[in-house]
């Protein structure tokens, strides 16, 4: 009898592990400490919710005290109150015990505190060049060579920035788009818009990262500026 060993052969089954998916009434709660005085449009933009659930989840907070509406001119949003800070960061514990994923988040912040570093000095050259009259004096970006070093500084970071994210949104789909974000925000630079470095308002280079860095201090429940 003759003997087929790829017929006989155990047909290995490799199962993928999903990214642990946040409730909409956490990230409604979680976007406006994140993305800071924002819209319900623009959460639901961020997280690819609904605006109309992610509005009714936002008063549904409010009413709780946990967010605050307020208006200036013509911009209106939503903001966090302390005490939805303090219950945002309670709900994200869990789910980093739920999911997980607490020693991959920890790992991905401690490798995130060098490359903060780096990122605020090439942000600070951006923003200031030395003379021999002046320490601080502002860049008026009349030196090509000055603004390069920069975006090359910035550039590197991206490579970084992919990496942090694939290790993030592999346990946490919330953490997905950051590297694209900051990806968009260069190739914007590069093609002549260099407000796209560090402008507020839009999704910049310096204000993607910061919102990488507040996503990582909430989900640890770290305070800003104890990081090093």
């Given at each position: 009898?003759?003997f087929?060993?790829?017929?006989?052969?155990?047909?290995?089954?490799?199962?993928?592990?999903?990214?642990?998916?946040?409730?909409?009434?956490?990230l409604?709660?979680?976007?406006?400490?994140?993305?800071?005085?924002?819209?319900?449009?623009?959460?639901?933009?961020?997280?690819?919710?609904?605006?109309?659930?992610?509005?009714?989840?936002?008063?549904?907070?409010?009413?709780?005290?946990l967010?605050?509406?307020?208006?200036?001119?013509?911009?209106?949003?939503?903001?966090v109150t302390?005490?939805?800070?303090?219950?945002?960061?309670?709900?994200?514990?869990?789910?980093?015990?739920?999911?997980?994923?607490?020693?991959?988040?920890?790992?991905?912040?401690r490798?995130?505190?060098?490359?903060?570093?780096?990122?605020?000095?090439?942000?600070?050259?951006?923003?200031?060049?030395?003379?021999?009259?002046?320490?601080?004096?502002?860049?008026?970006?009349?030196?090509?060579?000055?603004?390069?070093?920069?975006?090359?500084?910035?550039?590197?970071?991206?490579?970084e920035?992919?990496?942090?994210?694939?290790?993030?949104?592999?346990?946490?789909?919330?953490?997905?788009?950051?590297?694209?974000?900051?990806?968009?925000?260069?190739?914007?630079?590069d093609?002549?818009?260099?407000?796209?470095?560090?402008?507020?308002?839009?999704?910049?280079?310096?204000?993607?990262?910061?919102?990488?860095?507040?996503?990582?201090?909430?989900t640890?429940?770290?305070?800003?500026?104890?990081?090093?």
């Open positions: 009898m003759r087929w060993p790829c017929a006989l052969r155990e047909t290995a089954v490799v199962t993928a592990t999903l990214p642990y998916v946040s409730s909409a009434e956490d409604a709660l979680h976007g406006p400490r994140v993305l800071g005085f924002a819209s319900a449009s623009r959460i639901a933009a961020r997280y690819g919710l609904d605006t109309g659930l992610v509005r009714e989840l936002l008063l549904d907070h409010q009413a709780r005290g967010v605050h509406h307020a208006s200036f001119g013509d911009s209106s949003g939503w903001s302390e005490t939805g800070r303090l219950e945002g960061e309670a709900r994200l514990a869990r789910e980093l015990d739920a999911a997980g994923a607490r020693d991959v988040v920890a790992g991905a912040h490798d995130f505190v060098p490359l903060n570093h780096r990122f605020a000095r090439a942000c600070t050259r951006w923003q200031v060049r030395p003379t021999r009259l002046d320490p601080m004096a502002s860049n008026d970006h009349t030196d090509w060579g000055w603004d390069e070093g920069v975006l090359r500084s910035l550039t590197a970071l991206a490579t920035v992919g990496s942090l994210g694939e290790r993030l949104s592999a346990v946490l789909q919330r953490f997905d788009g950051y590297a694209d974000r900051y990806a968009a925000a260069l190739a914007r630079v093609a002549g818009d260099r407000r796209w470095v560090d402008a507020p308002g839009i999704d910049s280079c310096h204000t993607v990262w910061i919102q990488l860095h507040e996503d990582l201090l909430a640890l429940g770290i305070a800003r500026g104890t990081d090093g």
